[in-house]
Protein backbone atom coordinates (compact mmCIF):
# COMPACT_ATOMS: atom_id res chain seq x y z
CA UNK A 1 0.00 0.00 0.00
CA UNK A 2 3.19 2.44 1.23
CA UNK A 3 5.04 1.47 -2.33
CA UNK A 4 1.76 2.17 -4.40
CA UNK A 5 1.03 5.84 -2.44
CA UNK A 6 4.79 6.33 -3.29
CA UNK A 7 4.72 5.34 -6.97
CA UNK A 8 1.78 7.31 -7.44
CA UNK A 9 3.64 10.66 -5.87
CA UNK A 10 6.70 10.66 -7.50
CA UNK A 11 4.59 9.63 -10.86
CA UNK A 12 2.72 12.45 -10.11
CA UNK A 13 5.61 14.76 -9.23
CA UNK A 14 7.80 13.71 -12.52
CA UNK A 15 4.79 14.48 -14.95
CA UNK A 16 4.31 18.16 -12.52
CA UNK A 17 7.58 19.09 -13.25
CA UNK A 18 8.05 17.75 -17.11
CA UNK A 19 4.78 20.03 -17.23
CA UNK A 20 6.36 22.92 -15.69
CA UNK A 21 9.46 22.91 -17.81
CA UNK A 22 7.69 22.31 -21.32
CA UNK A 23 6.00 25.78 -20.05
CA UNK A 24 9.26 27.70 -19.30
CA UNK A 25 10.64 26.29 -22.79
CA UNK A 26 8.15 27.63 -24.45
CA UNK A 27 8.26 30.79 -22.96
CA UNK A 28 12.03 30.69 -23.05
CA UNK A 29 11.82 29.89 -26.59
CA UNK A 30 9.56 33.06 -27.12
CA UNK A 31 11.59 35.72 -25.38
CA UNK A 32 15.02 33.99 -26.82
CA UNK A 33 13.63 34.05 -30.67
CA UNK A 34 12.09 38.23 -30.04
CA UNK A 35 15.39 39.17 -28.32
CA UNK A 36 17.83 37.54 -30.60
CA UNK A 37 15.94 39.59 -33.37
CA UNK A 38 15.47 42.53 -31.65
CA UNK A 39 19.53 42.78 -30.74
CA UNK A 40 20.25 42.01 -34.50
CA UNK A 41 18.07 44.89 -35.30
CA UNK A 42 19.76 47.47 -33.09
CA UNK A 43 23.37 46.10 -34.11
CA UNK A 44 22.89 45.99 -37.83
CA UNK A 45 19.99 48.39 -38.58
CA UNK A 46 19.98 52.57 -38.34
CA UNK A 47 17.37 53.61 -36.45
CA UNK A 48 14.51 54.95 -39.74
CA UNK A 49 16.48 52.99 -41.91
CA UNK A 50 14.30 50.68 -44.71
CA UNK A 51 15.61 48.04 -46.01
CA UNK A 52 13.38 46.19 -48.54
CA UNK A 53 12.88 42.34 -48.42
CA UNK A 54 10.35 41.43 -50.94
CA UNK A 55 9.28 44.87 -53.28
CA UNK A 56 7.56 47.17 -51.07
CA UNK A 57 5.30 44.02 -49.15
CA UNK A 58 8.28 43.26 -46.67
CA UNK A 59 10.36 45.78 -45.34
CA UNK A 60 12.82 46.08 -42.37
CA UNK A 61 13.42 49.45 -40.63
CA UNK A 62 14.64 50.25 -37.38
CA UNK A 63 11.74 51.70 -34.76
CA UNK A 64 12.08 52.38 -30.89
CA UNK A 65 8.80 52.46 -29.82
CA UNK A 66 8.04 53.82 -25.86
CA UNK A 67 4.58 53.34 -26.41
CA UNK A 68 2.54 50.45 -26.65
CA UNK A 69 0.85 49.19 -29.45
CA UNK A 70 0.91 51.27 -32.93
CA UNK A 71 3.09 53.78 -30.24
CA UNK A 72 -0.39 54.62 -28.39
CA UNK A 73 0.60 56.11 -24.63
CA UNK A 74 3.95 57.55 -26.33
CA UNK A 75 2.42 60.74 -25.54
CA UNK A 76 1.64 60.32 -21.71
CA UNK A 77 4.13 61.48 -19.35
CA UNK A 78 7.47 59.16 -18.10
CA UNK A 79 6.17 57.93 -14.60
CA UNK A 80 2.34 57.46 -16.16
CA UNK A 81 4.10 55.40 -19.03
CA UNK A 82 5.87 53.48 -16.98
CA UNK A 83 3.30 52.14 -14.68
CA UNK A 84 0.94 51.34 -17.14
CA UNK A 85 3.21 50.05 -19.81
CA UNK A 86 5.69 48.51 -17.38
CA UNK A 87 4.74 48.08 -13.78
CA UNK A 88 1.09 46.29 -14.73
CA UNK A 89 2.00 44.36 -17.01
CA UNK A 90 5.24 42.67 -15.43
CA UNK A 91 2.65 42.09 -12.54
CA UNK A 92 0.17 40.85 -14.99
CA UNK A 93 2.66 38.36 -16.75
CA UNK A 94 3.61 37.27 -13.36
CA UNK A 95 0.37 36.71 -11.96
CA UNK A 96 -0.13 34.53 -15.55
CA UNK A 97 3.15 32.47 -15.30
CA UNK A 98 2.09 31.56 -12.10
CA UNK A 99 -1.21 30.77 -13.05
CA UNK A 100 -0.20 28.46 -15.94
CA UNK A 101 1.79 26.09 -13.88
CA UNK A 102 -0.28 25.79 -10.76
CA UNK A 103 -3.65 25.35 -12.86
CA UNK A 104 -3.28 21.56 -13.90
CA UNK A 105 -6.74 22.27 -15.92
CA UNK A 106 -5.01 24.30 -18.59
CA UNK A 107 -3.17 22.18 -21.26
CA UNK A 108 -2.70 20.77 -24.83
CA UNK A 109 -3.41 24.13 -27.07
CA UNK A 110 -4.74 26.25 -24.69
CA UNK A 111 -1.51 26.06 -22.43
CA UNK A 112 0.78 26.61 -25.65
CA UNK A 113 -1.24 29.54 -26.71
CA UNK A 114 -0.97 31.15 -22.97
CA UNK A 115 2.70 30.48 -23.26
CA UNK A 116 3.40 32.57 -26.37
CA UNK A 117 1.29 35.27 -25.09
CA UNK A 118 3.31 35.31 -21.95
CA UNK A 119 6.49 34.98 -23.63
CA UNK A 120 5.77 37.72 -26.14
CA UNK A 121 4.60 40.09 -23.13
CA UNK A 122 8.02 39.16 -21.10
CA UNK A 123 10.12 40.01 -24.60
CA UNK A 124 8.66 43.16 -25.01
CA UNK A 125 8.42 44.35 -21.35
CA UNK A 126 12.20 43.55 -21.04
CA UNK A 127 12.93 45.82 -23.79
CA UNK A 128 11.03 48.27 -21.96
CA UNK A 129 12.40 47.91 -18.63
CA UNK A 130 16.22 47.73 -20.03
CA UNK A 131 16.20 49.98 -23.15
CA UNK A 132 13.36 52.41 -22.18
CA UNK A 133 11.56 51.52 -25.30
CA UNK A 134 10.67 48.41 -27.61
CA UNK A 135 12.25 47.66 -30.57
CA UNK A 136 10.05 47.11 -33.21
CA UNK A 137 11.33 46.29 -37.08
CA UNK A 138 8.63 44.54 -39.30
CA UNK A 139 6.50 46.25 -41.49
CA UNK A 140 3.87 44.43 -44.02
CA UNK A 141 1.87 45.69 -46.79
CA UNK A 142 -0.06 43.42 -48.97
CA UNK A 143 -2.41 46.27 -50.33
CA UNK A 144 -5.99 45.49 -48.55
CA UNK A 145 -3.51 44.24 -45.25
CA UNK A 146 -0.87 46.52 -43.90
CA UNK A 147 0.37 46.16 -40.52
CA UNK A 148 2.24 48.99 -38.90
CA UNK A 149 5.69 47.94 -37.53
CA UNK A 150 6.17 44.85 -35.03
CA UNK A 151 8.49 42.24 -33.50
CA UNK A 152 8.67 38.62 -33.23
CA UNK A 153 7.22 39.39 -29.30
CA UNK A 154 3.89 40.65 -31.04
CA UNK A 155 3.96 37.63 -33.46
CA UNK A 156 4.00 35.78 -30.55
CA UNK A 157 1.29 36.93 -28.41
CA UNK A 158 -0.83 37.31 -31.36
CA UNK A 159 -0.08 34.18 -32.64
CA UNK A 160 -1.10 32.70 -28.88
CA UNK A 161 -4.11 35.10 -28.97
CA UNK A 162 -5.41 33.66 -32.33
CA UNK A 163 -5.49 30.02 -31.12
CA UNK A 164 -7.16 30.51 -28.08
CA UNK A 165 -9.85 32.03 -30.28
CA UNK A 166 -10.43 29.54 -32.68
CA UNK A 167 -9.93 26.77 -30.24
CA UNK A 168 -12.75 28.79 -28.41
CA UNK A 169 -14.58 29.01 -31.37
CA UNK A 170 -14.13 25.49 -32.30
CA UNK A 171 -15.40 24.46 -28.82
CA UNK A 172 -18.74 26.32 -29.22
CA UNK A 173 -19.02 24.89 -32.51
CA UNK A 174 -18.69 21.33 -31.64
CA UNK A 175 -20.54 21.68 -28.45
CA UNK A 176 -23.60 23.19 -30.31
CA UNK A 177 -22.96 20.38 -32.98
CA UNK A 178 -23.26 17.76 -30.21
CA UNK A 179 -25.95 19.03 -28.82
Known sequence: ????????LIF?????????????????????????SKEAVRNNIAVNEIITVIDSHLV???????????SMGDSLSKPTRNILLSLLPVIA????LVY?????????????????IIGGGIGNIFDRVVF?????????????????IFNM???????????????TLYKNYRNRMLT
Not at 1 to 8: E, P, S
Open 1 to 8: MFLNKLHI
Open 12 to 36: MTTKSLLRNILILSIVLCNIGCDQV
Open 60 to 70: LTHVENTGAFL
Open 93 to 96: LAFG
Open 100 to 116: IIRERKIYGVNLWALCF
Open 132 to 148: GSVTDFLHIDLGLFETG
Open 153 to 167: ADISITTGALILLAN
